[in-house]
């Protein structure tokens, strides 16, 4: 018996097992103590050879359990880590009431506060295996269900989770407070499954092509708004839109797209469906260089390509997650490379032969507002290194026989859970240090 954490095995008898539906999660951010209050209620089918089953939950208190209309102790089904439950039936609906920890270390549901203006910050990170901070759940990629959440909040802040924001509901009884329920999801894996909160600055837009209309919103803390550049990070965007609709041929599977600049943020960032959430060092307080806007811009593409290849089709277990990143990777530069071009420096193509570079796609190139402040030469040198970036992912694409092939050619290959049957080695580890290096 492992401490904390599932492992593969117990995974794949649980998903062997059982058939989850629907999650719906309630959850109260109203009090500033150190726990809110989280109501889940989870309905799933037992096959008849299930045994014992368990749902995963951390938490510091769970005040009610009832599995099927029958109460249970949560005294000797709750172990502080997970929900024992001896018999299921065939057909089950399990209501679990706790409190749950306010975390700050960018596990679970994050809460930070702003020196600047005391502004309060909530945005939950739950992969790997973190929703079990937030809410009761089966916490593995592979068993998929809807998700609808309801949250209760301060009436003023801004709420965001992987369904369109609704419009606030008063609460009765509490002036301060309002309601957001959300639509539920598609099924989804628990770990792309989010919750963003706060006092957050906004921007919004809409991403058009034919009938598809997506609406989109940036957004970062209230003390950062100045410097949020929302329509260059719109741009790229709607570039990666145009370039991966086409390239997976596949419908964008979500109803909206935001992307959230939180604050200590461990990872680069997140690609929560439909609720991406970034580090918040991509909102820029002074001039940075090229090569730190191309890695924003190459975070928004891998984020947005996740959309398909891990939140449509996903692994079945974390030992593939090498195969969900590096996708991701090969695609968003495939998309820099093609989609993301800066017309306005077409002249330097031009003058490849003068430069000795062969003509092709330059990787990727916000619009310029004043950063190309190099010689010259120095610019010359920039795009030889991105012609020789998009080299390589020519290279790549014809050795996998083109992304259009690797992707249409097995049809298959999108179809959810059939991720985890490609197998093909190990990843690197991950050096650490900077943007670059932080997982995606
Ligand atoms: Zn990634």
């Given at each position: 018996m492992p401490g904390k954490n599932l492992t593969r095995d117990e995974a794949r008898q649980r998903a062997d097992s059982l058939d989850v539906r629907a999650y719906t999660v309630e959850l109260d951010l109203t009090g500033d103590g150190p726990t809110f209050?989280?109501?889940?209620?989870?309905?799933?089918?037992?096959?008849?050879?299930?045994?014992?089953?368990?749902?995963?939950?951390?938490?510091?208190?769970v005040i009610e359990l009832t599995l099927n209309g029958r109460n249970l102790d949560p005294a000797t089904h709750f172990d502080g880590v997970r929900i024992n439950l001896p018999e299921v039936a065939p057909d089950n609906t399990l209501r679990v009431v706790a409190n749950c920890a306010y975390m700050n270390?960018?596990?679970?549901?994050?809460?930070?506060?702003?020196?600047v203006d005391k502004g309060t910050y909530l945005y939950t990170q739950f992969e790997v295996a973190d929703a079990r901070r937030v809410f009761a759940c089966f916490d593995q990629p592979d068993l998929k269900a809807t998700f609808q959440l309801t949250v209760l909040a301060p009436h003023d802040w801004a709420v965001f989770s992987n369904a369109i924001t609704p419009e606030p509901r008063p609460v009765s009884g509490r002036v301060d407070a309002a309601a957001w329920a959300f639509e539920a999801t598609p099924p989804v894996s628990t770990y792309i499954t989010a919750l963003v909160a706060g006092a957050y600055h906004v921007q919004r837009d809409v991403y058009r092509r034919g009938e598809v209309e997506i609406p989109m919103a940036v957004a970062c803390?209230?003390?950062?708004?100045?410097?949020?550049?929302?329509?260059?990070?719109?741009?790229?965007?709607?570039?990666?839109?145009?370039?991966?609709?086409?390239?997976?041929?596949?419908?964008?599977?979500?109803?909206?797209?935001?992307?959230?600049f939180v604050p200590e943020y461990n990872a680069g960032a997140m690609e929560n469906a439909g609720c991406v959430t970034i580090l918040e060092d991509y909102v820029f307080r002074s001039k940075v260089t090229d090569a730190t806007y191309e890695r924003r811009a190459e975070t928004i593409l891998h984020e947005l390509a996740h959309m398909w290849f891990g939140d449509l089709?996903?692994?079945r277990w974390w030992d593939d997650l090498w195969l969900n990143e590096?996708?991701?990777?090969?695609?968003?530069?495939?998309?820099?490379?093609?989609?993301?071009?800066?017309?306005?420096?077409?002249?330097?193509r031009e003058r490849g032969e003068d430069l000795g570079l062969p003509s092709g796609p330059v990787a990727v190139h916000p619009p310029d507002r004043g950063r190309h402040q190099g010689s010259g030469r120095r610019r010359g040198e920039l795009r030889r290194d991105h012609l020789r970036q998009g080299r390589l992912g020519?290279?790549?694409?014809?050795?996998?026989?083109?992304?259009?092939?690797?992707?249409?050619?097995?049809?298959?290959?999108?179809?959810?859970?059939?991720?985890?049957?490609?197998?093909?080695?190990?990843?690197?580890?991950?050096?650490r240090g900077d943007l670059r290096s932080r997982p995606e």
């Open positions: 209050r989280s109501t889940t209620v989870v309905g799933f089918a037992a096959h008849s050879s299930a045994g014992p089953v368990f749902l995963d939950l951390i938490a510091p208190e270390t960018g596990e679970g549901l994050h809460r930070f506060i702003d020196p803390r209230a003390s950062l708004a100045e410097h949020l550049d929302a329509a260059e990070i719109f741009d790229v965007t709607k570039r990666g839109f145009d370039f991966f609709l086409e390239l997976f041929a596949q419908p964008y599977p979500f109803t909206k797209y935001d992307q959230l089709v996903t692994m590096s996708f991701a990777t090969y695609v968003s530069v495939l998309a820099q490379a093609e989609s993301t071009v800066d017309e306005r420096l077409d002249h330097v020519a290279q790549a694409a014809g050795g996998l026989g083109g992304p259009g092939q690797l992707l249409r050619g097995d049809p298959a290959l999108l179809h959810p859970t059939r991720m985890g049957e490609h197998h093909a080695g190990r990843p690197a580890r991950l050096p």
